[in-house]
């Protein structure tokens, strides 16, 4: 059974930091591609960061510079370190994973990380 749990979220005051993390298990990770997404109130799921495999990166254009991504092959996890946190990354923070070779997709429950001003 393959699982994504997702932690870290909370709530931090403008200009603050929070890691989110995610553990994966029941799948072979080192053969995903991840992915942090979020969605907040009203809004579609957005695309965050992502991570692929060989450890190449990119980032949604409002988190560059602010956010980084990271993987531990040897621990079955993903992280986004958030820093200068604003009001508007406000979301549900969700990990995916992709199998490179099938494409089959995999979602966390999601963790909420609220901004205040």
């Known amino acids: 059974q393959v699982q994504l749990v997702e932690s870290g979220g909370g709530r931090v005051q403008a200009g603050g930091s929070l890691r989110v993390s995610c553990a994966a298990s029941?799948?072979?990770?080192?053969?995903?591609?991840m992915g942090w997404y979020r969605q907040a109130p009203g809004k579609q799921r957005e695309l965050v960061a992502h991570?692929?495999?060989?450890?190449?990166?990119n980032y949604a254009d409002s988190v560059k510079g602010r956010f980084t991504i990271s993987r531990d092959n040897a621990k079955n996890s993903v992280y986004l370190q958030m820093n200068s946190l604003e009001p508007e990354d406000t979301a549900v923070y969700y990990c995916n994973a992709e199998n490179r070779f099938t494409h089959r997709s995999y979602w966390g429950q999601g963790t909420q990380v609220t901004v205040s001003s």
């Open positions: 029941g799948i072979i990770f080192s053969i995903y591609n």
């Open positions: 991570i692929t495999t060989d450890g190449s990166v």
